[in-house]
């Protein structure tokens, strides 16, 4: 098993910056690809960016892309999201998870993920 925990969420303004980390443990981190992934109250969770085990590709969903960065630490066994000029539309709970299956490249495929986080809110107010 995995574990895998979110922290880094809260309040913030529109136009600001958050940086949200998933810290693993319980198996080989860098053996697997990890994605965050976010869910409105009252919508379907959906695919914010992820990342290939080594860091090498990234992926983005199209509503983040330029102001969202993902990236890992390996030694860490911890995966980052930093989020910039955040829109209240962003506001979610956002989750971590890790892929095993597509390790090398990476998916947005949330229906791969195997180990899923508890969450972590990010409310963004206009």
């Known amino acids: 098993q995995m574990q895998l925990v979110e922290s880094g969420g809260g309040l913030v303004q529109a136009g600001g910056s958050l940086r949200l980390s998933c810290a693993a443990s319980?198996?080989?981190?860098?053996?697997?690809?990890v994605g965050w992934f976010r869910q409105a109250p009252g919508k379907e969770r959906e695919s914010v960016a992820a990342?290939?085990?080594?860091?090498?590709?990234?992926y983005y969903a199209d509503s983040v892309k330029g102001r969202f960065t993902i990236s890992r630490d390996n030694v860490e066994n911890t995966v980052y999201l930093q989020m910039n000029s955040l829109k209240p539309e962003d506001t979610a709970v956002y989750y971590c998870?890790?892929?095993?299956?597509?390790?090398?490249?990476?998916?947005?495929?949330?229906?791969?993920?195997?180990?899923w986080g508890q969450g972590t809110q990010v409310t963004v107010s206009s």
């Open positions: 998870a890790a892929d095993f299956s597509n390790w090398y490249r990476g998916t947005m495929d949330m229906e791969e993920y195997e180990y």
């Open positions: 319980g198996r080989t981190f860098s053996n697997y690809a």
């Open positions: 990342i290939s085990w080594s860091g090498g590709a990234t």
